[in-house]
C-alpha cells in the first residue's frame, strides 16, 4: 500500500509550508485525486490518521475530491467518462481515446492560521 508513504509526503510538504509561513495550526488540507490516478481515496483516508500521529497535524481534516476520468473519443472527438464504458466511446462505439483528466493528484487547499 504505497498510500501511506504518499500521506506521509503530504505531511513534509505540510511541515514545510508551515515552517514558511510561520503557521501555528492546519485545521484542514483537500487532495485532488484522480480516478485514473495510482491512489486509492479510501486507502488516503485509512492512512492519515497513521501520517498524522504525533504531529501538529493530529487535529487537521482531510479532505479527498475525486477527480473523474474523462477521454476525449480519437474518432469522433466525444467527451467521455472512461471508467463507466471501460473507455469504449458512447457515440461511435470505439475504444481510442486521449485521457483528458483523472491522472491527477494534488493538494489543492489548505486552510491554515
Known amino acids: 500500500m504505497h498510500e501511506l508513504s504518499v500521506c506521509f509526503e503530504v505531511i513534509r510538504q505540510l511541515n514545510e509550508l508551515v515552517a514558511e509561513n510561520k503557521l501555528t495550526e492546519v485545521q484542514s488540507i483537500t487532495l485532488e485525486i484522480g480516478e485514473l490516478s495510482s491512489m486509492i481515496p479510501k486507502y488516503m483516508e485509512e492512512c492519515f490518521p497513521a501520517a ?3 504531529t501538529m497535524f493530529e487535529n487537521t481534516k482531510l479532505e479527498i475530491e475525486v477527480i ?7 474518432s469522433c472527438s466525444q467527451m467521455y467518462q472512461l471508467l463507466p464504458v471501460d473507455g469504449v466511446c ?9 485521457v483528458v483528466s483523472g491522472t491527477e493528484f494534488n493538494i489543492k487547499e489548505i486552510l491554515a492560521c
Do not use: R
Open 90 to 98: 458512447p457515440q461511435c462505439g470505439k475504444k481510442d481515446f486521449q
Open 52 to 54: 498524522v500521529d504525533g
Open 68 to 74: 473523474p476520468g474523462l477521454g476525449k473519443c480519437n
